[in-house]
């Protein structure tokens, strides 16, 4: 892949609904375009504006410069989020680590932390987030199969599945709120109760903190070509399967969605899992109900 080094003039945006994403208020992306290569990624979509998405990846060396200079003029403690777009622990965050050194800088100014990603390189960062969980940290792993032989082929340059969801136990050992994103799920690949079964015994066996699923996947203009392309190749009764019902629509969700949200809820609370966004006001909110229930 080609990389780019360039100098951004921004590194952190403030988010519109805070409550819609675990809380985050800025979020933050230090490169553009993704190594783990995932075959349904919306990232690719025009909306997003990274023309080469899979080919390159633009690396923004003054990140660490510019978000001590942001935080430096804040008054009040933040949760900043990154990995939206493209995950803050793909392979170059080992040369560049500069997810490392944004963490430090949001630690020394005692902001909170939300990170999304694909990626035990995580655990590498294991101290510093230590520290930021004295506060408030969460990390949401995406784990969207326990099979790892489909994931080589949606995911084939990501962590396998057992990789991703034993960082999660060992994060939660050491204190860290951790759990998964069960999203996307794909239609006529992802539906049957085994699957499910599968996800919901890692989640007990890793101590999983929280899950939150989407039973669907997203597939807009550039993205439902690349994703159509590579089911192609995997298994050609796919995408029949997928232009006869999905058309043209932005998203399509999986088939027997209901069924399979409420099976997973079922379950999930047979083994006492939370499934939802972990919040930062929420658990500050509960905290101070717990207080005063026990004066």
Same mark, same amino acid.
């Given at each position: 892949?080609?990389?780019?080094?360039?100098? @951004?003039?921004?590194?952190?945006? *403030?988010?519109?609904?805070?409550?819609?994403?675990?809380?985050?208020?800025?979020?933050?992306?230090?490169?553009?375009?993704?190594?783990?290569?995932?075959?349904?990624?919306?990232?690719?979509?025009?909306?997003?504006?990274?023309?080469?998405?899979?080919?390159?990846?633009?690396?923004?060396?003054?990140?660490?410069?510019?978000?001590?200079?942001?935080?430096?003029?804040?008054?009040?403690?933040?949760?900043?989020?990154?990995?939206?777009?493209?995950?803050?622990?793909? &392979?170059?965050?080992?040369?560049?680590?500069?997810?490392? /050194?944004?963490?430090?800088?949001?630690?020394?100014?005692?902001?909170?932390?939300?990170?999304?990603?694909?990626?035990?390189?995580? +655990?590498?960062?294991?101290?510093?987030?230590?520290?930021?969980?004295?506060?408030?940290?969460?990390?949401?792993?995406?784990?969207?199969?326990?099979?790892?032989?489909?994931?080589?082929?949606?995911? &084939?340059?990501?962590?396998?599945?057992?990789?991703?969801?034993?960082?999660?136990?060992?994060?939660?050992?050491?204190?860290?709120?951790?759990?998964?994103?069960?999203?996307?799920?794909? &239609? =006529?690949?992802?539906?049957? *109760?085994?699957?499910?079964?599968?996800?919901?015994?890692?989640?007990?066996?890793?101590?999983?903190?929280?899950?939150?699923?989407? =039973?669907?996947?997203? +597939? *807009?203009?550039?993205? *439902?070509?690349?994703?159509?392309?590579?089911?192609?190749?995997?298994?050609? @009764?796919?995408?029949?399967?997928? /232009?006869?019902?999905?058309?043209?629509?932005?998203?399509?969700?999986?088939?027997?969605?209901?069924?399979?949200?409420?099976? =997973?809820?079922?379950?999930?609370?047979?083994?006492?899992?939370?499934?939802?966004?972990?919040?930062?006001?929420?658990?500050?909110?509960?905290?101070?109900?717990? =207080?005063?229930?026990?004066?």
């Amino acid at each position: 892949m080609k990389i780019t080094e360039i100098e @951004s003039k921004t590194i952190i945006s *403030r988010a519109k609904k805070p409550s819609a994403w675990f809380g985050v208020q800025y979020g933050m992306n230090i490169y553009r375009g993704c190594q783990h290569h995932c075959i349904y990624c919306d990232s690719r979509s025009e909306c997003y504006h990274v023309d080469d998405f899979d080919g390159e990846i633009i690396v923004k060396t003054n990140a660490a410069t510019l978000l001590e200079k942001s935080l430096s003029k804040m008054y009040k403690r933040y949760t900043i989020g990154s990995g939206a777009m493209s995950d803050p622990y793909m &392979p170059i965050e080992k040369k560049y680590t500069l997810t490392r /050194q944004c963490l430090e800088i949001m630690d020394h100014y005692d902001m909170r932390a939300h990170l999304a990603t694909k990626s035990n390189l995580i +655990l590498r960062d294991v101290d510093v987030l230590e520290r930021i969980a004295k506060r408030y940290v969460s990390v949401a792993m995406t784990v969207t199969t326990m099979d790892e032989e489909l994931a080589k082929v949606i995911e &084939p340059n990501a962590p396998t599945p057992k990789e991703r969801m034993e960082a999660v136990g060992i994060l939660n050992s050491l204190g860290i709120k951790a759990g998964l994103l069960l999203m996307p799920q794909l &239609p =006529f690949l992802m539906e049957d *109760r085994e699957h499910l079964d599968k996800i919901i015994k890692a989640c007990t066996d890793y101590d999983v903190q929280f899950i939150y699923p989407a =039973f669907g996947v997203t +597939l *807009r203009d550039r993205q *439902r070509e690349y994703f159509y392309n590579k089911l192609e190749a995997y298994d050609s @009764s796919l995408v029949p399967k997928y /232009q006869k019902k999905y058309k043209n629509y932005y998203s399509a969700s999986c088939v027997n969605s209901k069924k399979m949200y409420q099976y =997973f809820k079922q379950r999930a609370k047979e083994e006492k899992l939370y499934i939802g966004m972990p919040l930062y006001e929420r658990e500050v909110s509960n905290a101070q109900m717990s =207080f005063f229930d026990n004066i």
